[in-house]
């Protein structure tokens, strides 16, 4: 394996969410699904939706003790929920942005336009070769590109609604982002973010961790288990900022979430790159982040997310805003004035925003400690609290969450007890 260049948190914008106030929440309205991912969060129950009811509940809790610019509708797969519009109309009318995350299985022109009268605010779609879809086949995730782009269309037919893809990556896919970039280069008008999560796993293969509820060991393997799919070692964000170089020169991330144990970790990792088809102008700059950030909280009371279509096709005029206090936005502003001069008709053409996202969820780290997305923005809650819904199967299986022991100081401590022991 070459030696992939680690990543320098510093260089980018800390993105300024916190527990309390932040981008984005996390509902989940069903733990019903119509696909078996491998890397899933949740076990698929058949009759797992929540009641109106309930729902309504867990968003007056979300009300209550946290800001959010958009609600992540989430499960299971919500689509499955027969109540899913009038769920997108409650958060709608609660004040926030409903974004489906959805496999897109049951979605159907039908279903969108009264998504859409509903209030819909954007689909996250997550489609990769974990799944064995009906809709498309696919040994290796470009296969997938003519179900995205589907998909992508479909949205933009309706008009009005953000796009958005995820897939999970592991060191058997890793080789692959470079073919998913290279598509979506070419539609940043339609496909407006494409995110990139890396798989989870506790490496039980190398038996380095037990794991305790309330002082009891406990056997995880069935909560965090291995896969195939996963292969045989775990992969970080800098390995994917690399891949996605590989395809795009110039992208360069440009704010992040830290993790809670290593602060040389970024748990999200966002860049937007400013595009005309397949032709990159450059990334956006570290500071129009921040001054996005900020001008969002201070007009609308909480932290950007998501921003609609109309909004991501303004990258020409924020480059130019930005260019004389900006030396990267200048940049970016650059080639487009050249590129406007070698075309003179594009002139009359948007420049748009488009986001890569990674994600690097939970790492467990080998003297025990949990990396955590530092101000997690996929926060849930479960009996009236919130939690991190990536580790939410513990709270339901053990009612707290599980506290990781290197194996080997087990081995010390348990020996120093017996030396003790012995010694008395
Ligand atoms: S801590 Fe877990 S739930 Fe929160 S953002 Fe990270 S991976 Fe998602």
């Known amino acids: 394996m070459t030696e992939v260049p680690a990543l320098n948190p510093r260089e980018y ?6 527990f309390t106030d932040n981008a984005i929440s996390w509902l989940e309205v069903t733990t019903s699904c119509n696909l078996a991912c491998e890397g899933c969060y949740r076990p698929n129950e058949k ?26 509708i989430a499960g299971g797969d919500p689509l499955v929920h027969p109540e ?6 409650m958060i709608k009318d609660g004040g926030w942005k409903p974004i489906l995350n959805t496999n897109g299985l049951k979605l159907t022109p039908e279903l969108l336009k009264d998504l859409k009268k509903a209030g819909v605010y954007g689909f996250t779609f997550h489609i990769d070769t974990t799944q064995k879809r009906s809709d498309s086949k696919a040994s290796v995730e470009a296969d997938h590109n003519a179900l995205r782009l589907k998909f992508a269309q479909m949205l933009a037919n309706e008009g009005g609604i ?28 339609i496909v407006h973010t494409m995110v990139f999560i890396l798989f989870r796993s506790p490496d039980l293969n190398d038996e380095a961790l037990d794991f305790y509820a309330y002082g009891k060991k406990m056997e995880i393997e069935n909560m965090y288990k291995e896969s195939p799919w996963g292969g045989d070692r775990l992969i970080k964000a800098n390995e994917v900022v690399a891949k996605i170089k590989e395809a795009d020169p110039l992208y360069e991330p440009n704010s992040y979430l830290g993790g809670t144990a ?18 990159t102008f450059g990334y956006t700059s570290p500071r129009l982040m921040e001054i996005s950030q900020h001008i969002n909280h201070l007009f609308k009371g909480t932290w950007l997310s998501y921003a609609d279509p109309k909004t991501t096709s303004l990258g020409r005029i924020a480059s130019f805003l930005l260019a004389p206090f900006d030396k990267k936005m200048r940049a970016v502003a650059r080639r487009i004035f050249i590129h406007t001069i070698k075309t003179p008709l594009s002139l009359f053409k948007p420049a748009y925003v488009q986001t890569f ?17 530092d101000s997690c923005p996929d ?14 199967e ?31």
């Open 394 to 424: 513990e709270i339901k299986k053990y009612g707290c969450f599980l506290t990781a022991v290197p194996r080997k100081q087990t081995l010390h401590v348990v020996a120093d007890k017996t030396k003790k022991a012995a010694n008395q």
């Open 84 to 89: 899913i519009v009038e769920i997108v109309r």
């Open 379 to 392: 926060i849930t809650v479960h009996n009236g609290k919130l939690y991190w819904s990536c580790r939410l």
């Open 162 to 189: 953000g796009c958005s893809f995820n897939q999970t990556v592991s060191v058997k896919t890793l080789d692959q982002v470079p073919d998913v970039i290279r598509w979506a280069k070419q539609y940043p008008d």
């Open 262 to 279: 290593d602060p040389m970790s970024t748990k999200w990792l966002l860049a937007s790159r400013v595009a005309r088809g397949s032709t």
């Open 13 to 18: 914008y800390r993105l300024p969410w916190s």
């Open 47 to 72: 009759n797992g939706h929540k009641t109106l009811a309930q729902i309504a509940e867990e968003l007056a809790v979300l009300k209550k003790l946290r800001k959010s610019d958009c609600i992540s």
């Open 357 to 373: 996202a990674i994600i690097q969820p939970v790492d467990f780290m080998a003297d025990g400690s949990l990396n955590m997305c």
